[in-house]
């Protein structure tokens, strides 16, 4: 049993190591520094030189080696253990796909099938990709917020009183089998009914539209949200895409700031769903939640959620609720506890 442990073990933690060095994930190096160039442009741009000692708290040694952020680095690194054990996720998706594929023809999808030019669908399919992706990790996330049963979950990633880019990686197992499940069913859904309408079009070449629009959301600071550098996009461009400054207001443990930009890539979802908060440069923003989860360790993260969810059941039966009680899903009142 050791034996085949130990070799997968450090496989594993070789292949967290290497994200560092590969493009398609979001702490690579180039991504890191990329951020950084982008960020000190604008700001060179904006306020010349003297904005640039607005990056001073990306390099903070104090910020890298807080014991926050040392949770994040046990998080990143437990959850991908964890995570490799629970899901084979290539073989989920090739499964779910070939399913969907032929729901779809059973459907009679395949007689809409239209012939358009490779190029016009390598646009449409990034684009409906890019949109469904976007939209479904805003919703999940919304639905997080709102629920005291999933804010148990979430409330891990809000607990970090200090951001790295590392943050991002700080969640719940449970919170990361719920966005692997979100973007399994959504991203299968898109290349199923891609592949019934436009047959023989899907090809590496449609793939590479999708990875582009994540090598410039990656190149154009996306580490810098979960940092202490207040970088807004400016107003006009603010409303369409969540800006570093954005995702900050949304760890900010202000009331004013609860439930505040959702989003990832695109704005317009919480216009829509009037959460959308416009985020600016010289913002003082104090990160965390009031519940201090975040003394407790990585193992107080795994666990404080179940004792969470327990006492919330625990409740609702005390009330003899044959069902839950609504009441327990009003969002941060009473997930938030001495907010
Ligand atoms: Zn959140
Ligand atoms: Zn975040």
Not at 254 to 283: P, T
Request: hydrophobic share 50%; charged share 15%; glycine share 6%.
């Amino acid at each position: 049993m050791i034996d085949a442990f130990l070799p997968w073990l450090l496989e594993e933690l070789a292949n967290a190591g290497s994200s560092l060095f590969d493009l398609s994930k979001r702490v690579s190096l180039v991504y890191l520094i990329s951020a950084l160039l982008f960020a000190s442009s604008l700001f060179f741009y904006r306020y010349g030189k003297a904005g640039l000692s607005r990056l001073n708290v990306y390099f903070s040694w104090r910020i890298w080696t807080h014991a926050s952020a040392r949770t994040d680095y046990a998080l990143w690194l437990l959850n991908r253990l964890l995570l490799a054990i629970m899901i084979p996720k290539t073989l989920a998706q090739s499964v779910w796909i070939s399913w969907l594929f032929f729901f779809w023809q059973e459907q009679g999808l395949s007689s809409l099938a239209i012939g358009l030019p490779d190029i016009l669908v390598i646009a449409f399919f990034t684009l409906c990709y890019f949109l469904a992706d976007d939209f479904s990790r805003f919703f999940v996330h919304w639905c997080m917020h709102k629920n005291a049963f999933l804010w148990a979950f979430h409330q891990v990633h809000h607990s970090a009183t200090v951001l790295t880019p590392f943050t991002v990686f700080r969640t719940h197992p449970i919170e990361g089998l719920l966005f692997f499940l979100r973007s399994l069913f959504v991203q299968s859904l898109v290349i199923s009914v891609f592949l019934v309408l436009f047959p023989n079009q899907i090809s590496l070449i449609q793939v590479f539209g999708i990875l582009i629009t994540t090598f410039f959301f990656n190149v154009l600071g996306a580490n810098l949200r979960h940092s202490g550098v207040a970088l807004s996009y400016g107003e006009r461009i603010e409303k369409w895409l969540i800006s570093p400054a954005q995702h900050q207001i949304h760890h900010s443990n202000a009331k004013c700031h609860y439930d505040r930009n959702f989003g990832v890539a695109l704005a317009i979802w919480d216009r829509l769903f009037g959460s959308w908060h416009q985020g600016k440069d010289d913002q003082e923003i104090i990160f965390g939640t009031k519940q201090p989860i975040d003394k407790e360790g990585f193992l107080g993260q795994w666990l404080i959620p179940f004792k969470d969810i327990s006492l919330l059941f625990i409740k609702a039966l005390k009330k003899g609720a044959s069902c839950v009680d609504p009441d327990l899903f009003a969002p941060k009142k009473k997930a938030r506890k001495g907010e």
